[in-house]
């Protein structure tokens, strides 16, 4: 980070908030919102963004270890189990999200952008969607054991391939399939929104565990669908384009 003598001793959150770059509508309200307060204080404290990236890194395995440590017992758990573990995971997994959100907010405030720290921040988020995944299957497999393990794997698959799509719009890419800004069309992408996604896993938890399998299954034909359109688009385009 700059640490010119005549750099201020602070900025306010707003400042970090108005360099946000995307984000669903979850996440512009809440997580980029944290995440101000969070790149504010890791300015004050003359952070590099890269820390930001590794802490809330370690969260979000955090969260998901949990999730995974807990999933076998939940079957035959009260409610009051089931919430401490949905809260705990809760905290973990949006505190790590705006943690993510916060590095690109820091890093462009500062101007401390660089490739190395794209590339680490792309690499947590792989390998922290690998774990989320890992959690999401084990709380699916607990109620019902007796699935092939296909199931786990093809929604590992599918959900993978959309976290590397998210990826790449983190990154300025053309991937979305609807780029209108009006209020019914951001309602309708929520249900993408990473910050809706760890919402409705930590709510089944705590609520109705038994119900991730259905989570599971919508949400491996909703991506599935979303990526078998965007072929077709990015296709087309290129086919377009080579006329």
């Known amino acids: 980070m700059n640490t010119d003598q005549q750099a201020p001793s602070s900025i306010p959150p707003s400042v970090f908030l108005s360099h946000l770059r995307s984000g669903g509508l979850f996440t512009r309200v809440i997580n980029q919102r944290i995440a101000a307060v969070f790149a504010s ?138 780029s209108s800004e009006s209020l019914p069309i951001l309602l309708a992408k929520a249900i993408r929104d990473y910050g809706t996604v760890i919402t409705a896993v930590c709510l089944l938890v705590a609520v109705w565990p038994s119900g991730m399998l259905w989570f599971v299954l919508f949400y491996a034909a909703l991506n599935g669908l979303y990526l078998l359109v965007l072929i077709a688009r990015t296709a087309s385009r290129s086919m377009k384009n080579a006329r």
């Open 41 to 178: 204080v890791a300015y004050r404290f003359r952070l590099h963004p890269t820390v930001l990236t590794l802490v809330g890194f370690v969260l979000s395995l955090a969260g998901s270890g949990v999730v995974i440590a807990a999933a076998p017992t939940l079957p035959d758990s009260g409610i009051g189990w089931r919430i401490g573990v949905a809260v705990l995971a809760f905290v973990a997994w949006q505190a790590a999200y705006s943690l993510d959100c916060a590095d690109g907010q820091l890093a462009r405030v500062t101007k401390t952008t660089s490739p190395e720290g794209a590339k680490i921040d792309i690499l947590c988020d792989i390998f922290t969607q690998v774990f989320f995944v890992a959690a999401v299957a084990s709380v699916a497999l607990a109620f019902y054991p007796d699935l092939s393990p296909v199931f786990a794997v093809g929604f590992g698959a599918v959900w993978m391939t959309s976290a590397t799509i998210a990826v790449l719009d983190k990154g300025g890419e053309d991937v979305s399939l609807i």
